[in-house]
């Protein structure tokens, strides 16, 4: 942290946590341009899963127009994807077969992975609590949102493609932080995506630990509040909470990989202002 008098973790309440930074006039967090410098991404070599859509789509768009080398990983096509004309396209791939997992790093042909950022995920579209309760959804979210990153990250590793130096981007979510459930979750409720998040975060730091000896770096980055598909049902606040467009969060979750290092690896960062969230 800069000095003594700049906080180590953000504000567990978003509405205030938005509000707080407007009344500062925050730029790094009311306009992430002002700081943000892609240059650094010129030429790399940076696999996304996911990317057909949503946030992941809109990192690849960012990716492409600052002259990165996209390889995208993802379960099925789509125009916007094909558009961005990627230097590899993996295709088919389902983040909770461990068959499909393991041949990905056969798959890409053109050499060594800069930036792996694990950003494919699932959220049931129905509210759970103990009267709507999904134990079958429960276990696919956890698989895909814990499980399937550490299958996706193995394989490049296992294929000698993520080497010293190369950075890991786990996309996970503020709602991973068990320590703001009591905030965020006052009733309960949404028990699946809760648990895959946490679970995702716990996969996180133990995959930070494991492959420190390689420097290798892991992010795991709460990518703000973004206004995709998969948050529509949260359409109605938006606006208090700040939710920005979906090129903006890319812009968020890149400036925090760009500033990643080994001794921020494993930490739970939130892209919106860069500090930290409990666990």
Same mark, same amino acid.
């Given at each position: 942290m800069s000095d003594n008098n700049t906080p180590i973790y953000t504000n567990a309440n978003q509405p205030a946590r938005f509000a707080k930074a407007k009344e500062e006039k925050n730029e790094r967090y009311?306009?992430?341009?002002?700081?943000?410098?892609?240059?650094?991404?010129?030429?790399?070599?940076v696999a996304i899963t996911g990317c057909n859509r949503g946030i992941g789509l809109a990192l690849a768009q960012e990716l492409v127009?600052? $002259?990165? @080398?996209? =390889?995208? !990983?993802?379960r099925s096509n789509s125009d916007e994807l094909k558009a961005l004309q990627p230097a590899e396209i993996i295709q088919g791939i389902d983040v909770t077969s461990d068959e499909a997992c393991e041949g990905i790093a056969s798959q890409i042909?053109? $050499?060594? @992975?800069? =930036?792996? !950022?694990?950003?494919?995920g699932y959220f049931m579209e129905a509210l759970e609590t103990l009267d709507n309760?999904?134990?079958?959804?429960?276990?696919k979210q956890i698989d895909i949102c814990a499980c399937g990153p550490l299958r996706v990250s193995a394989s490049l590793i296992k294929g000698d493609l993520l080497k010293e130096g190369s950075k890991i981007v786990m996309i996970t979510s503020q709602g991973g932080s068990i320590a703001w459930r009591f905030e965020q979750n006052p009733t309960g409720h949404d028990y699946g995506h809760h648990m895959s998040k946490a679970a995702a975060n716990m996969m996180s730091v133990l995959l930070a630990q494991e492959v420190k000896s390689k420097g290798i770096m892991?992010?795991?980055?709460?990518?703000?509040?973004?206004?995709?598909?998969?948050t529509a049902k949260y359409a109605e606040i938006w606006e208090v909470e700040g939710a920005v467009d979906a090129s903006v969060g890319a812009k968020r979750v890149f400036y925090e990989t760009g500033r990643l290092s080994m001794e921020t690896s494993g930490k739970f960062i939130n892209c919106e202002d860069g500090l930290q969230i409990p666990w």
């Open positions: 009311l306009d992430i341009a002002s700081v943000y410098d892609a240059s650094f991404l010129k030429g790399k070599r127009q600052a $002259g990165g @080398i996209l =390889i995208a !990983i993802v042909k053109g $050499g060594p @992975i800069d =930036i792996l !950022i694990n950003n494919a309760l999904h134990f079958t959804e429960q276990i892991v992010g795991v980055f709460h990518p703000g509040f973004n206004k995709t598909g998969m």
